[in-house]
């Protein structure tokens, strides 16, 4: 398994931005898909983002797509997901999650990912 550990959350006003961090350990990050849930008080945790072991495809949910931006730095061990133009429906502790080889419609599975993350909480407020 790889171990997560997430960082970059905070508060935020709406409209702001911030970038989510994942450094990954231990065995190989690579191949690894990544991506990032998130889990919003009383609801059941969602699908965010996701990229693929060589980065060429993301996918995203639709309600931040064109907003968010995931992307990895394999010399760092690490994913990030930029978000921009952020709403308060936004606010959750958001997760990153790691996968071996895993496409199509898994992608937006979470029971296809194998190691998780602590999480980071993010809150929109004015």
């Known amino acids: 398994q790889v171990h997560l550990v997430e960082s970059g959350g905070g508060l935020v006003q709406p409209g702001g931005s911030l970038r989510l961090s994942c450094a990954a350990s231990?065995?190989?990050?690579?191949?690894?898909?990544m991506s990032w849930f998130r889990q919003a008080p009383g609801k059941e945790r969602e699908f965010v983002a996701a990229i693929t072991e060589t980065g060429t495809y993301q996918d995203y949910a639709d309600d931040v797509k064109g907003r968010f931006t995931i992307s990895r730095d394999d010399a760092k061990n690490a994913v990030y997901l930029q978000m921009n133009s952020l709403k308060p429906e936004d606010t959750a502790v958001y997760y990153c999650?790691?996968?071996?080889?895993?496409?199509?419609?898994?992608?937006?599975?979470?029971?296809?990912?194998?190691?998780w993350g602590q999480g980071t909480q993010v809150t929109v407020s004015s």
């Open positions: 231990g065995r190989t990050f690579i191949p690894n898909t």
């Open positions: 999650a790691a996968g071996v080889w895993i496409q199509g419609n898994r992608l937006r599975y979470g029971g296809s990912y194998n190691s």
